[in-house]
């Protein structure tokens, strides 16, 4: 059989190829598109943007996560985020994940349809445990921390999440790349994907436009390191990586199909 992630009705056949996963940011102050889809219709515009240029998963966040941000509560999360699920229940086809650390906000956002839960938390709260396992939702685990602790977090949360009767094929690894650890240890994970992560889950990268880009490439100005991005993410896929979580849909998608066609070919009849 197949390795797959499963999110909702959605199968996504991880051996088929990499699968893309557009980043939307209604938020005022994320670190590399801060303001640019926070009202509205420019944000569902966005995302249908995304959908056309082959995002298999569009990921909607309303709080910033970056360094030094401003906490929000659940409340003004869900004020920014629920007219956006509203206007895209009808227009979009591809599952959308919601990108919040909050049971309260992962309840209502699955209530608009939402297949995914991406919690940077890493489903540390037993109350997103408990939102999750009443729902059919996928689950992004993410894991804020060092590099020498995040295989045993997996499997601690793998083995909560079992206890709550959330199959494995429902479980999506991500380690964090510019959570918990400093440059070194990031340019170790993009290196190393498979050694810090349990074996025969899906998983996640995230290196976006990120610091760690950055400074590999001189490139002081976050929205101008996409192509530092898809080096890294290129690293990923030949690493392991099953989903790429990303900015620029339309660059990354590209550079997937090419990354997983070289994988894939072979001289051999």
Known sequence: MNKVFIAGSFVFNLEEKTHVMGILNITPDS????NKWFEVDSAVAHALEMQDDGADIIDIGAQSTRPGCIEISAKEELERLSPVLAALKDKIFVPISVDTFYPEVAQEAIKYGVSIINDVSGFKN???????????CGCIVMYDGETSNMKSFFEKQISKMQDKNIKKERICLDPGIGFGKNNK??????????KYLPNNYASLIGASRKKVIGMACGEPQ?????????AAHTIAILNGANIIRVHNVKAATQAAKVTDSILKSSLEE
């Open 31 to 34: 670190f590399s598109d801060g």
């Open 222 to 230: 976050a929205d101008k390191r996409d192509h530092g991005t898809i």
């Open 185 to 194: 240890e990031n340019l170790c994970v993009i290196k190393n994907f498979k």
């Open 126 to 136: 037993e109350k997103m445990l408990s939102v999750a396992s009443k729902s059919n």
